[in-house]
């Protein structure tokens, strides 16, 4: 067994150097209530650039000097999985983003795994540059879960706009809006119209944490849960489980490593081990039998 297995478990070594636990104290370990990872899904709305320009059209290349007023954030919306409240900041009548970045960054810093559609591409990249710009810390990595990049990798959707996968999966639909009307009536200062963007942007809160819970078991997991709430590597990647998991077969790759496919009898998803990580599964399963 290894040594990671045997000091979650809680093991020691009797004289003849075998590991010994007593079967109250397996049962305990292996009905252990698991801590929930802390898993925040979150969405942002910027403003437009303003530029100069001597023509229009399509494939233009515009200078920064062309630049006549920076994009900003506009605002933030957020969301604990297991809570219900979704939170949201939004520039207020000062138009300015840097009191959403000191509200929303330490909230980024608590999770342990942080979901957004496009995300890495967009979300993330914009508040650390606005962070940037305002000379605020941030972490320089989070771990990102972005569902667009699961659903180009793994899916074949009629495209992978986030309202379009939803209603393919019919978990709901994003909020309509006026669309650049809307941006345009924030930008100019219109209560209303911002405070439409902010319900916009909570209703993608609802949206994509549905559509992230759709797809979770059909792609590979982020976080080992098991390993990060105190459980042996055999547990269940996506939910803990350390006990209730079967083996389905064994998988060799091109080297000749034996790779266990596993499955989760609580959550289902399916997943592959090391055979060290399985033989420590086995000798745990045979200590609590006997």
């Known amino acids: 067994m290894s040594s990671h297995t045997a000091r979650h478990l809680g093991l020691k070594i009797n004289k003849e150097g075998r590991y010994y636990l007593n079967k109250e104290n397996l049962k305990k370990y292996l009905d252990l209530e698991q801590y929930k990872i802390k898993r925040l899904f979150y969405d942002i709305e910027t403003s437009q650039y ?24 506009i605002c933030v919306s957020w969301k604990w999985e297991g809570e219900d409240k979704i939170h949201n900041i939004h520039w207020g009548k000062e138009m300015d983003d840097k009191r959403i970045l000191q509200k929303f960054i330490p909230e980024m810093n608590k999770a342990d795994e942080i979901v957004a559609h496009n995300g890495d591409r967009f979300d993330v990249k914009w508040l650390r540059t606005r962070a940037l710009f305002h000379r605020l810390p941030m972490k320089p990595k989070y771990r990102s879960v972005d569902t667009l990049k ?134 745990v399963k045979t200590m609590l039998i006997n």
């Open 50 to 73: 303003e530029v100069k320009s001597f023509r229009i059209g399509y494939n233009l290349n515009l200078h920064y000097q062309n630049v006549t007023k920076l994009a900003k954030i």
């Open 150 to 283: 699961q659903a180009k990798a793994y899916f074949n959707f009629p495209n992978n706009r986030l309202d379009t996968i939803a209603q393919y999966l019919g978990v709901g639909a994003k909020i309509e809006h006026e669309g650049i009307k809307m941006w345009d009536a924030v930008e100019a200062g219109d209560k209303k119209a911002l405070k439409a963007m902010v319900q916009y942007c909570d209703g993608d809160i609802t949206v994509l944490e549905d559509v992230y819970f759709q797809l979770e078991k059909y792609v590979k997991n982020m976080t080992h849960v098991g390993a990060h709430t105190g459980g042996a590597k055999h547990s269940c990647p996506s939910c803990g489980n350390n006990n209730d998991i079967v083996l389905n077969k064994f998988n060799y790759t091109a080297l000749g490593t034996i790779k266990p496919e596993m499955s989760c009898n609580s959550c289902g998803y399916v997943y592959e081990m090391s055979y060290s990580a399985y033989r420590d599964f086995m000798m």
